[in-house]
């Protein structure tokens, strides 16, 4: 395992940095977010970046991927944390689309993945009923009926599901909520008779979506991997997802920790630069050592991934927990460094700490992946 970029990822990282920059600057995100733009992200730029391979790069080559694996997905999406770029990578490439490579027959694989990585089709994995991260506490059933399954309840939290083609569904066809088996994944199409699609909006302003399921027939061949088996598939799935949502929040608290440096060289008081204070160089120090100890968490979790590792639980785990963490220091340091500037909507920064406040929460905070890392090790 390799704790630095190799020539290529340098490459592909400069290639996105100059990209993002021009295409997508954090502007472009708060534009969206003051528009309350229903779809969230622009799908032309999206298209591009499929063109570009991008979206392609984590899948097989025989599904149209580019089977390029997590360290090199990890610079673009890195490069996606530094100007809060929207687009649906968690959503359409992370989860719904990790969920049918991993669960889904071969003509369902074939069916939805080359739109996938052409970007030309939207997924979203809808498979969280509760206000925290908790993958197997759940409700929704499915029952079945011959040779189709009918779908009731509820999920909220569903990102990009308001704009999804397919919907990925966790329900229960067996045993009770909390329980790890019993659960079954079922891709949905959007517009099903009785799914009810309610628009919602988080923190740092990227759309989500709550979802209802009322009576939604779904015929047997659309199930991914084996009935009351999804955990299965689902653990790999957030495992994945889990580290590449960690390669975003680097970026994101790599920009933080550099705008507040700039902000420490310039910022005057007293007639001298606060950048000079012992007690903030101290603090800015303690930034610096903890994003480094992050990044080289998140680049063995992507080495996990990509050399087939048995730790990779584990190692996810640990680097979303220290990313987690780091994100809470970095985004509270950088606010309270800017002052008061900090605190309001015209300063940038402030879209920083909320992004970085969602993230930390999404798929599970420090503590789950702590206590999830203990029982993995045994304790």
């Known amino acids: 395992m390799g704790l630095t970029l190799t020539e290529d990822q340098i490459i592909l990282r400069d290639m996105a940095k100059n990209f993002f920059a021009e295409k997508s600057p954090v502007e472009r995100m708060r534009a969206l977010r003051d528009a309350r733009d229903e779809t969230g992200f622009s799908r032309e730029l999206w298209k591009e970046m499929g063109e570009l391979g991008w979206i392609a790069i984590p899948f097989p080559?025989?599904?149209?991927?580019?089977?390029?694996?997590?360290?090199?997905?990890?610079?673009?999406?890195?490069?996606?944390?530094r100007v809060l770029a929207p687009q649906p990578f968690l959503s359409t490439v992370l989860l719904g689309g990790n969920a049918v490579l991993f669960g889904g027959s071969y003509a369902l694989q074939h069916e939805l993945l080359p739109g996938v990585c052409s970007g030309d089709r939207i997924l979203s994995l809808a498979f969280q009923e509760h206000g925290r991260f908790a993958p197997y506490s759940v409700q929704t059933s499915a029952t079945r009926n011959d040779a189709s399954f009918t779908i009731n309840g509820s999920k909220q939290f569903v990102l990009d599901g308001q704009v999804a083609d397919q919907i990925v569904t966790v329900a229960r066809t067996s045993g009770s909520p909390g329980e790890r088996?019993?659960?079954s994944l079922f891709v949905v199409e959007a517009g099903a008779p009785g799914i009810a699609v309610e628009r919602t909006?988080?923190?740092?302003?990227?759309?989500?979506?709550?979802?209802?399921y009322e009576n939604v027939a779904v015929e047997a061949d659309r199930v991914l991997g084996e009935i009351d088996g999804g955990a299965d598939v689902l653990d790999p799935v957030f495992?994945?997802?889990?580290?590449?949502?960690?390669?975003?929040?680097?970026?994101s608290i790599e920009e933080a920790f550099e705008r507040t440096l700039e902000y420490l060289?310039?910022?005057?008081?007293?007639?001298?630069?606060i950048g000079t204070f012992q007690a903030l160089r101290h603090r800015a120090a303690d930034m610096f050592g903890e994003l480094e100890f992050a990044r080289s968490m998140v680049m063995d979790a992507q080495s996990a991934i990509d050399e087939e590792r048995d730790d990779l639980a584990e190692s996810a785990s640990a680097a979303k927990a220290r990313c987690s963490d780091v994100a809470d220091l970095i985004g509270g340091?950088?606010?309270?460094?800017?002052?008061?500037?900090?605190m309001t909507d015209e300063e940038e920064i402030g879209l920083f700490f909320k992004r970085l406040k969602a993230a930390e929460l999404t798929l599970g905070d420090a503590n789950y992946h702590r206590d999830r890392f203990a029982g993995l090790r045994g304790y």
């Open 333 to 342: 340091e950088a606010i309270q460094m800017h002052g008061g500037i900090g």
């Open 61 to 81: 080559e025989a599904v149209g991927g580019a089977g390029m694996g997590y360290a090199a997905l990890g610079t673009v999406l890195t490069e996606c944390g």
């Open 201 to 212: 909006v988080l923190v740092d302003g990227r759309n989500a979506a709550r979802i209802t």
């Open 239 to 251: 495992d994945r997802a889990t580290v590449g949502l960690c390669s975003e929040i680097l970026g």
């Open 181 to 183: 088996d019993g659960l």
């Open 265 to 273: 060289k310039m910022r005057e008081q007293f007639g001298v630069k």
